[in-house]
């Protein structure tokens, strides 16, 4: 394997993203292709079917923004589902939380996990080996199908619509997650580009809003995600969007964040007129192709 090479993703028509590292890690799972790289500029990379998932860099800055939000959003969440993650990010910041018991990450690929476990452990942490979390290998539409579990908290960290994501992102699931959500519990994901994937942001909210009374997006800035700019959503039967609190309960559970504050937590949900735009079904002329980040 040539260690030192170039590589890339395209965000849309004529506009790439491009890297150069040393190839650590190859491998073809029954799911995916899975390359791992060291660059100088962002740490350790993880890439899926040549699309760059996450980043030693700037992981916070995606993953504090999809847990920490649902989960200060919830008074005192003890059962966390993460779908996907198969980094460990998602988990590792749940299990930030004290009051968390329970956390059980289901994942398609086991060989993302065990790729991120050896090459990339400083997104997990340990998180993997703490008593508290429980790994399942399985498609996540399937597992809360065959759930009876009640969650109060359910994050869908996934690449985006395309291949196994697919069901991810789609009303029936979400009103299956929906069943499984304890009083007052909350569910996030990961909702796409709103520069270069506007379809995929409208579909993913107008499934939402097919499956829960109350539906949320907020935003937040990863470097290496194309655009920069990424969307989130947060739904549930009844959504308070309180900094005050969150800030209190964020000082209670003595959470440490480099991305998260009180403030953001607030301005997050404030959107540009671009984006709100977008969940009207009115896309800008710029975006014209789908990429597949995230997860």
Request: net charge negative; with cysteine.
């Amino acid at each position: 394997m040539e260690r030192t090479v170039g590589f890339g993703e395209p965000a849309t028509t004529g506009f790439w993203y491009r890297y150069e590292g040393e190839h650590l890690h190859s491998e073809r799972s029954p799911y995916q292709q899975i390359d791992v790289y060291e660059t100088a500029s962002f740490g350790r990379v993880l890439v899926l079917d040549g699309l760059l998932q996450t980043t030693e860099r700037d992981e916070f800055c995606y993953h504090e923004m999809l847990v920490h939000v649902p989960l200060l959003t919830v008074e005192a969440p003890r059962r966390v589902l993460i779908i996907g993650g198969g980094d460990g990010g998602s988990l590792r910041h749940a299990l930030m939380h004290p009051s968390v018991e329970r956390a059980v990450m289901c994942e398609i690929d086991e060989r993302v996990v065990a790729a991120c476990r050896r090459w990339l452990p400083s997104v997990s942490a340990g998180a993997f080996d703490d008593p508290r979390a429980e790994l399942v290998f399985d498609d996540g539409v399937a597992f809360v199908a065959r759930s009876d579990d009640r969650w109060d908290a359910v994050i869908v960290d996934s690449s985006d619509p395309v291949g196994p994501g697919v069901g991810l992102f789609r009303a029936p699931f979400y009103r299956r997650v929906r069943e499984h959500l304890a009083p007052g519990g909350v569910l996030a994901v990961q909702a796409c580009s709103p520069f270069f994937q506007p379809r995929e942001l409208h579909d993913a909210y107008r499934n939402l809003r097919e499956a829960f009374p109350e539906v949320r997006l907020y935003l937040g800035a990863v470097p290496t995600y194309p655009g920069t700019l990424w969307a989130y959503a947060l739904a549930g039967e009844s959504l308070t969007i309180d900094p005050e609190a969150a800030r209190r309960r964020a000082e209670e559970r003595k959470l440490q964040t480099r991305y998260w504050s009180p403030e953001l937590h607030g301005a997050a949900f404030a959107l540009p007129a671009f984006v709100r735009a977008i969940l009207e079904g009115e896309y800008p002329a710029f975006a014209d192709g789908a990429n597949a980040n995230a997860g």
